[in-house]
């Protein structure tokens, strides 16, 4: 086990270059952090805390195996899905120029593309950028050779033979389904529009202009000497993702010092873009934390944590997690970003919101086995929200879990009827009627027990 390192912290430039001042990490996400990296959980955590036009940040852990230096302002991460918030950026762009409308068919920006409908309802570039355009996940025929690198085989050629045949379940707009090929569909249909690649498109009209000069959807050399190298949930190395198609759903790899900028943009003087970026679209009914309903905007999730509103997002790959945010009033943002594929969303809203970080779950639990036969009476559907189902299978090694536009995860037993998540910190724990039947679970996660029915 590493020695407990003490953050190291790095004032950070503003864009004219001028020093600023260093903000203070509430002390009980650095205590978290500190643990985390002490028990493994992760291999380096970064995180930068921004107050108005101050910033400054703190490295936990070690950039890299045998490297005795810490994680600073200028290591570079996977930021996963905080890309969707780029691409969603990009559409505003080309809205507020007069060159797309959110309310315009994605087919009349790929003319050369069978883009699916709905009887006579098209899917439109708003749909596709606040997950209501009916599209799943992802593609169907997403078959990669290599399962730990999962989007470098799939192209144009893979995307439209795809859409062409697919079916929409239903019509666009009727229902939020979080989707990574809708963001790879939206990206492919601006770059397209624009006659540029998407990193060419993102280069010009994003990373340059906001002196973004280490954050690429490409790895060169010079900046695979700054990349952390990426750890699975359970330790182990990971490979880097790599996208073609799918690109504009997770493609950026970037850094703490890049993600200032990027968020510092939206919080000092946003651009008109920027602005109808974050305006909110559509209700994601009954996903809320109890101080409202949760939000869409493009991309940007809009919550409120005691009272505060605030737009954020997060990112997950195979060895990466990510998490940006900032208050709507513009003097508090936050970018978290981790070498190991493990969800860091508790530390970013408890450096949004000080005082707001929830407990951990204890003592790290212990796992105990339970016969495969045992395992088979939990399967099922489980209903979170009318939108929210909780999916439970047996797989090979046990029991996996899926929920409503996320991937399965295997939960482990810790006693009958309760199981951990390892990649999350989160309990699911199996209800039972006078008969012993199971009939519900209840979720525990964050500090809060969300109960779930049983399906028939």
């Known amino acids: 086990m590493p020695p407990r390192l003490r953050p190291l912290l790095l004032p950070i430039l503003s864009l004219s270059g001028a020093a600023l001042a260093a903000p203070a990490l509430d002390t009980a996400v650095r205590e978290r952090a500190e643990a ?160 540029m690649s998407y990193e060419e498109l993102l280069q010009a009209r994003l990373f340059r202009p906001l002196g973004m000069a280490s954050s690429t959807t490409l790895t060169t050399p010079a900046l695979r000497a700054r990349l952390a190298p990426g750890h699975l949930a359970d330790g182990k190395p990971a490979a880097n993702w790599d996208f073609q198609a799918i690109a504009g759903a997770g493609a950026v790899r970037s850094s703490a010092r890049d993600m200032i900028a990027y968020v510092q943009s939206y919080m000092q003087g946003a651009s008109p873009a920027q602005q109808l970026a974050v305006q909110p679209r559509l209700a994601l009914a009954g996903e809320g934390d109890g101080d409202g309903v949760k939000k869409i905007g493009l991309a940007w999730m809009l919550d409120r944590v005691k009272g505060q509103p605030l737009a954020w997002h997060n990112g997950q790959t195979g060895g990466y997690a990510s998490f940006a945010g900032y208050t709507l009033d513009g003097k508090r943002g936050v970018v978290v970003l981790s070498s190991t594929g493990r969800e860091v969303d508790a530390l970013g809203m408890g450096t949004l919101r ?41 797989g090979p090694d046990g029991l996996l879990v899926g929920a409503t536009g996320q991937p399965e995860a295997p939960v482990y037993a810790s006693a009958k009827d309760t199981f951990f998540y390892k990649v999350v910190e989160a309990q699911l724990v199996f209800e039972r009627d006078a008969q012993g039947a199971i009939t519900g679970l209840v979720l525990h996660q964050n500090g809060q027990a969300m109960p779930a029915r049983r399906k028939p």
């Open 36 to 195: 985390l990296v002490r028990d493994g959980k992760h291999a380096s955590l970064v995180i930068a805390v921004i107050d108005g036009k101050d910033s400054a940040v703190y490295g936990f852990g070690r950039a890299r195996p045998g490297d005795a230096g810490v994680p600073d302002a200028d290591t570079v991460y996977e930021i996963g899905s905080i890309t969707k918030t780029m691409t969603g950026l990009l559409l505003a762009d080309a809205v507020v120029a007069g060159k797309a409308r959110l309310e315009q068919p994605v087919a009349e920006l790929l003319p050369a593309y069978a883009i699916p409908a709905f009887a006579d309802q098209k899917i439109t570039l708003g749909q596709l950028a606040t997950h209501f355009s009916g599209l799943p996940r992802l593609p169907a025929n997403l078959a990669p050779a290599d399962k730990r690198n999962p989007y470098a085989d799939y192209g144009e050629a893979q995307l439209r033979t795809f859409l062409a045949g697919h079916t929409l379940a239903r019509a666009p707009g009727a229902v939020y389904e979080y989707s990574n090929l809708a963001y790879g569909l939206l990206g492919t249909a601006l770059a397209t529009q624009a006659n």
């Open 354 to 394: 000080p005082g707001s970080l929830p407990p951990t779950n204890g003592p790290a639990t212990k796992e105990i086995a339970i016969a495969p036969a045992e395992l088979a009476q939990y399967a099922g559907q489980y209903v979170l929200l009318p939108t929210f189902v909780l999916s439970v299978r047996q």
